[in-house]
């Protein structure tokens, strides 16, 4: 059964930092293209990082400095570290997986509809 599940969100001020993470089980995150999303309210579920099997990372404009994905294949976890949290970030993040996505077809922009797996997602909420 593929699972994923993300942690880490919370309630923090503005100028703080997180790190969310994505764990997965029923396939390896080292095999595919994982994705961090991000939907704010009263708004549609947008791409904002993404990590390839060979580790190449690539950002949305929005978050471009500021957030950095990364992945530990031991334990089969996808992390997002974002800091300079402003309320703009403010909204649930998911993971979730690109199973079939080539090298190259993993880089923002990218469409959720190509992504598996979706987890339940973690809130962020940032005051400011």
């Known amino acids: 059964q593929l699972q994923t599940v993300e942690s880490g969100g919370g309630s923090v001020q503005a100028g703080e930092s997180l790190r969310l993470s994505c764990a997965a089980s029923?396939?390896?995150?080292?095999?595919?293209?994982m994705g961090w999303f991000r939907q704010a309210p009263g708004k549609e579920r947008d791409a904002i990082s993404t990590i390839e099997r060979d580790g190449t990372a690539s950002y949305a404009e929005s978050v471009k400095g500021r957030f950095t994905i990364s992945k530990d294949e031991s334990r089969n976890i996808v992390y997002l570290q974002i800091t300079s949290l402003g309320p703009e970030d403010t909204g649930q993040y998911y993971c979730a997986a690109g199973f079939g996505l080539r090298t190259g077809q993993c880089q923002i922009p990218v469409q959720s509809g190509a992504f598996h797996a979706w987890g339940q997602g973690t809130q962020v909420t940032v005051s400011s």
């Open positions: 029923g396939y390896s995150v080292g095999s595919q293209c």
